[in-house]
């Protein structure tokens, strides 16, 4: 019985690895794309103030 808690607790701690691993590339991407907009909304608000003047 032993080896199998022992077996189980490192599969768990693959499967929490793996989850922190994904969620912290998730991040990055959502970052990237946050940074994207953003860039693209201050085009978009340049052009609007150039059409102004």
Aim: glycine share 8%.
């Amino acid at each position: 019985m032993t080896c199998l808690t022992s077996r189980a607790r490192n599969i768990a701690a693959i499967i929490a690895a793996a989850l922190l691993s994904v969620s912290v590339v998730a991040c990055n991407t959502i970052e990237g794309a946050g940074q994207d907009m953003q860039s693209g909304g201050k085009a978009i608000e340049r052009k609007a103030d150039d059409a102004k003047n």
